[in-house]
């Protein structure tokens, strides 16, 4: 049986939360707050737009060293990109601080912008991760071929990311690992529908990451609650126990994975190898 971390033993990272989404408009610093009691050390706070990432510039404002925050255009948005804006409002994110381009990608699952309109959304922001020098928050839904002819791509250019809140195929994810990429686990792996218990266990410690994806997908025993990233020792305790480990070690694995992608200003001990 695992149990929930203890904040006096070892903190956790969420690598992906919508603390700046509409869902958190009336107590997002309460959210952080018990986040921090639960033991997190750092939230990535997701800009999917430009106005949602700079209500998360000014939420990491608010908790600096804690709160880090990232800018893109989610694919669900693809077909109001426009280059010129969207393009300078994200390399001003980062000019302010945003540690990562996104949450950018490919849903063809909902399709609400063309497929093309999304390929080319999606290589806009890659080039401007490579300009910039920072990792892509990468969101992919029923694209597995597009998804890895990008990641193909992406490694041979150099540019780094994650696979976040990934349900996708174990193949997928080893096209990811052979770029270079972590991959992401959310509350979904929770989910007695969830049952690929071998992709849990095939990503090696050194790529592996954990995130809320709140306000969403709420792990278990909080299913249909509002997500937070203080309910992330939940998945944390999930991975490890499906990979043979403790909470532990898979929080400060996925705490020092964070804060490597990142390049988060957090003095952490365990490398993960």
């Given amino acids: 049986m695992h149990s929930v971390l203890q904040p006096a033993v070892l903190g956790y990272a969420d690598s992906h939360v919508h603390l700046a989404d509409a869902a958190f408009g009336e107590d997002a610093d309460a ?11 750092a939230l990535v706070c997701v800009g999917e737009s430009p106005a949602a990432a700079a209500r998360a510039r000014v939420l990491a404002a608010r908790y600096p060293g804690v709160v ?6 989610h694919p669900h948005d693809a077909a109001s990109w426009n280059a010129t804006r969207d393009g300078e409002s994200i390399r001003e ?17 909902y399709d609400t912008a063309p497929r093309a309109q999304q390929r080319a959304v999606l290589d806009a922001q890659l080039a401007i991760a490579a300009e910039l020098d920072r990792p892509i ?11 890895r002819a990008v990641l193909d791509a992406a490694g041979r250019a150099g540019i780094r ?18 770029a270079g990429w972590f991959v992401s686990f959310s509350g979904i792996v929770t989910f007695r529908s969830w049952t690929d ?9 050194a790529r592996l990451l954990v995130e809320s994806d709140a306000p969403y ?14 309910f992330v020792p939940r998945t944390i305790a999930h991975l490890a ?33």
């Fill in 93 to 109: 994110a980062v000019s302010l601080g945003a540690v990562a381009i996104g949450e950018c990608g490919l849903d063809y699952h």
């Fill in 137 to 147: 928050v990468l969101h992919t839904r029923d694209a597995e071929d597009d998804t």
């Fill in 217 to 230: 997908l709420a792990p278990v025993p909080y299913r249909g609650k509002r997500n937070e990233s203080a």
């Fill in 197 to 205: 218990r071998a992709l849990l266990q095939a990503i090696p410690d």
């Fill in 241 to 273: 126990a499906a990979r043979g480990s403790t909470d532990v070690a898979i929080a400060a694995c996925t705490l020092s994975n964070t804060v490597r992608l990142f390049a988060l200003p957090i003095t952490h001990a365990t490398t993960c190898t």
């Fill in 68 to 73: 880090f925050h990232t800018c893109g255009v």
């Fill in 161 to 178: 990311g994650v696979l976040h809140c990934f349900t996708g195929s174990l193949a997928l994810a080893e096209v990811g690992l052979a």
């Fill in 31 to 41: 959210v952080v707050e018990r986040a921090r009691a639960a033991g997190a050390r």
